[in-house]
């Protein structure tokens, strides 16, 4: 089975603060994905990767920034939270080549 | 570009009855579409993918969908609901294969009464 973790399932933090949202898969794929989820609002691609130390900005990817220094990991971070930031986060893989994504069970971040 | 729409935020359904959620798709190539389900404090499940090899996909927990190109729609259906059937379930579109990334509907609350 394909295992897609992320470091934390709820997380609270304050306005300002750097955050760090760790994404690890074990099946290695060569593309990782962030989004985030809001009701209403489906899912949003902020960021991917299809290789390592590659990155492409998704729809929203102001206020984020991510970092892949190993295959099988894809950090998400916010250089500053805002309150705005509030929301679930997903992380997704798949191999290259393909279109398939297979999701992590997703952090809830909170922002004070 | 690529857009999918799910025409209900909502469905409700008696346990035992039939599912219907609707998606309408657009793109200016041959997609891929794919059904994603979320039950709560989850993440996302592939549900079922269609990719041109047949226009009736058969996907886990006896859920189906059918490609029809004439009405760019992609709906899911099953026979008979499941109390544990009730989630969230996105569609999906992906343009151009492999290097493609997803754009997903805004989501159909599923709702099972006993």
């Known amino acids: 089975d394909v295992k897609v973790t992320q470091s934390s399932r709820y997380l609270v933090k304050r306005t300002g603060e750097k955050v760090f949202l760790e994404c690890v898969q074990d099946m290695d794929h060569e593309n990782m994905f962030w989004y985030r989820q809001d009701p209403g609002l489906g899912l949003r691609l902020i960021y991917f990767s299809y290789d390592v130390k590659m990155k492409e900005k998704g729809d929203i990817p102001e206020g984020y920034s991510v970092s892949r220094e190993k295959k099988e990991r894809f950090s998400l971070i916010l250089e500053s939270a805002s309150t705005n930031q509030t929301s679930m986060y997903l992380c997704a893989s798949g191999w290259g080549g393909t279109d398939t994504q297979y999701f992590g069970p997703g952090t809830r971040l909170t922002v004070l | 570009a690529q857009s999918v729409t799910q025409l209900d935020s909502h469905v409700s359904v008696s346990e035992g009855t039939p599912v219907l959620l609707r998606c309408n798709y657009s793109?200016?190539?041959?997609?891929?579409l794919f059904w994603y389900v979320q039950h709560p404090n989850k993440g996302l499940q592939l549900l079922l993918k269609y990719t041109s090899a047949a226009t009736l996909v058969k996907g886990i927990n006896g859920f189906e969908a059918e490609f029809k190109k004439s009405e760019t729609s992609f709906h899911l259906t099953k026979p008979s609901a499941h109390m544990s059937d009730a989630a969230e379930y996105f569609c999906v579109v992906s343009e151009a294969g492999g290097y493609s990334t997803l754009t997903f509907g805004k989501g159909t609350m599923l709702l099972v009464s006993p």
């Open positions: 793109s200016s190539y041959s997609p891929s």
